[in-house]
């Protein structure tokens, strides 16, 4: 199954949103995301480095976001980056999605399948 993948040509919301979440997901207790790439921001929680500052870009980011884009610690990146999701994936819109591509002047993703734009209206318009 050959899918194409928006995102690889994307990361908008690699700089766009703090990343942030329980430090037990670190290495050192025991889980995936590596230490060196994490602040502390509260007692509980930590941010992906370069997401807790402006300009905001994740410092686990490589490439050129609205180019071509890898994250460069994809197997051990932590529970909110596997939750988000592209638009449209498994049929689901995402508004932060939309967001963060409008911030990089990206227009938003469409569903696979469809024929005829049909924009969801709720949010701030793009103009293609
Ligand atoms: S903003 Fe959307 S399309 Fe872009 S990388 Fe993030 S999830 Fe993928
Ligand atoms: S860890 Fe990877 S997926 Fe998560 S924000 Fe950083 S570059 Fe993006």
């Given at each position: 199954?050959?899918?194409?993948n928006p ?16 430090w037990?997901e670190c290495?050192?207790?025991g889980g995936?995301?590596?230490?060196d ?5 509260n ?8 997401t807790?500052a402006?300009?905001c870009?994740?410092?686990g980011l490589d490439?050129?976001?609205g180019k071509?884009v ?6 051990n990146r932590?529970t909110?980056?596997r939750e988000?999701e ?6 689901v ?12 002047g990206?227009a938003?993703?469409?569903?696979p399948?469809a024929?005829?734009?049909?924009w969801?209206?709720d949010?701030g318009?793009?103009?293609a």
């Amino acid at each position: 199954m050959s899918e194409y993948n928006p995102c690889l040509d994307c990361g908008a919301c690699c700089g766009y949103f703090r990343v942030s979440f329980f430090w037990g997901e670190c290495q050192s207790a025991g889980g995936l995301v590596p230490d060196d790439l994490v602040v502390q921001i509260n007692p509980t929680r930590v941010a992906m480095i370069g997401t807790d500052a402006k300009p905001c870009r994740c410092i686990g980011l490589d490439g050129e976001i609205g180019k071509q884009v890898a994250c460069t610690l994809y197997a051990n990146r932590s529970t909110p980056c596997r939750e988000f999701e592209a638009s449209w994936t498994h049929g689901v819109y995402n508004p932060s999605c939309d967001a963060a591509r409008a911030h990089y002047g990206l227009a938003p993703l469409t569903p696979p399948e469809a024929n005829e734009p049909h924009w969801p209206d709720d949010d701030g318009a793009a103009v293609a």
